[in-house]
């Protein structure tokens, strides 16, 4: 199934979350938060941040 980056960006802003804030939060880089969002990487820690988020 393909993630529906586009949804969870809309999401995000909608709840006033940046992804550099969660790349920040996990201290990951704001390059594979942004590719777990969108579907071209999978990275636990990235998801699960965006779960606890809401």
């Known amino acids: 199934?393909?993630?529906?980056?586009?949804?969870?960006?809309?999401?995000?802003?909608?709840?006033?979350?940046k992804v550099v804030d969660i790349a920040r939060e996990i201290h990951l880089s704001h390059s594979l938060v942004s590719d777990t969002i969108y579907g071209k990487r999978n990275n636990?820690?990235?998801?699960q941040a965006l779960m606890d988020a809401g």
């Open 1 to 17: 199934m393909k993630r529906a980056g586009n949804k969870i960006k809309y999401w995000m802003s909608e709840n006033n979350l």
């Open 44 to 47: 636990r820690r990235v998801l």
